[in-house]
């Protein structure tokens, strides 16, 4: 759970949807992925940097269930396991660790699956390529079931 800190500021779709990602160097062993993120949406690119390959279950897991997922640099909550003082929201929280410090922002839970579908769309083959074992794991079959509802429900535009 994020901790109630004031939020850096709500981020618009049309930002969210401008990201790019795209697959990282084999040889970087942090990240599958580089993401062009400017200003703002640095803690989206925080966020899906540093998945690591124990986390891609449930990173799709916790996106596909509207829980959300996390890691040690930052992490996305959508808000359905708040504390009694915790205020309620609608969007996407998606905080970002620095130096002991935590800022966050906020997207639209339709914004979210779009850009994680872009972001399983790119790291699900270049696991597959670069990183067989991962892709032999038990888990990877009900991954690519999460992926692809995720992907389903990014174009339907839908919230689940």
Known sequence: MLPQK??????????????TISPASPNLRSSYVEVDAEG????IR????FVSPD???VCAKGTRDRFGFG?????????????????????????YYFRASFSGIEISPEAFD?????????????????????AAEPWWTEFLEDVAFIKTRAQSHSIV
């Not at 004031?6 to 990201?19: E, F, G, Q, R, Y």
């Not at 992490?75 to 929201?89: H, I, V």
């Open 6 to 19: 004031p939020l850096i500021s709500s981020i618009p779709d049309s930002i969210v949807d401008a990201i």
């Open 46 to 49: 925080s966020l899906l940097e």
């Open 71 to 95: 890691h040690d640099m930052a992490e996305c909550d959508f808000g359905r396991y708040l504390k009694p003082e915790e205020e309620p929201f609608e969007g996407v929280r998606i905080g």
């Open 114 to 134: 779009r850009l994680m579908s872009r972001y399983f769309t790119v790291v699900t083959p270049f696991v597959e390529q670069h990183y067989p074992k991962i």
């Open 40 to 43: 703002k949406s640095l803690h």
């Open 55 to 57: 986390d891609l279950d």
